[in-house]
């Protein structure tokens, strides 16, 4: 990863921000974005190089937009990005409010293609990049009280199949993480009762995508599922 341009989304979270740590001791060139500029830049400090740190609210086209410009200018390129933002609302589907569907799909869906959308426009140009979507089990698999959020998580999934069908000609990798539970503050404010302790770990989640964008060049990881052996779907 010597010198490869890395962006990572959602970068504070716990899985960004062991991702962010494991890949400044690798000589990667850093782009961590995050809605709290606070955080941001208290994970820069803690990390061993410089990095590149954008305050970016992903739901915002035009944010997104001015982040990978930014990106550009410093680094004049984007070999890797990573989406590792999200948000998880559980309730019944009779119990979801219009404002709980417009913050699942404004945050996993329209943000991340939006993402998504924007770094491929300069990977094209260069003719090579890897994305890196971290799904989650429930963009695969249904569970009860998540409607919500598994709609806005199966459609993550559908972009980034048809993404990858238009892009793969362009030398552009894409890969879906299914992982299960993640102990991370993901849960602090999901009402349902869940046993943290039973979950994986950010540092597992975080090294299946060091994996992935550390592959040969002619492989291409298209899907990494992980998941907890206490809860497992098939």
Known sequence: MQGKVVVIVG?????GSVLARKLASTGANLVLTARDSSRLAAL???LPREVLTVECDI???LQVKTLIEKTVA??????????AAGAGILKQYNKLEPADLDAMLDLNLKGSFYTCQAA?????????????N??????????????AYCASKFGMVGF????????????IKFTLFYFGGV????WDNVSLKVDRKKMLSAETAANAIFFAMTTEPQAVPMEINIQPDSHLFF
């Not at 300069?122 to 890196?132: D, E, P």
Request: proline share 0%; net charge negative.
């Open 11 to 15: 970068a504070t979270g716990g899985i």
């Open 44 to 46: 820069a400090t803690d």
């Open 160 to 171: 980034s199949k048809c993404m990858a069908e238009e892009l793969k000609r362009f030398g």
């Open 59 to 61: 739901t915002d086209q």
């Open 134 to 147: 971290v799904v989650g089990i429930l963009g695969k698999h249904s569970m009860a009280m998540a409607t």
């Open 183 to 186: 102990d991370t503050s993901f």
């Open 74 to 83: 410093q680094f004049g390129r984007i070999d890797v990005l990573v989406n």
């Open 120 to 132: 491929a426009e300069v990977m094209v140009s260069q003719k090579s990049g890897h994305i890196c």
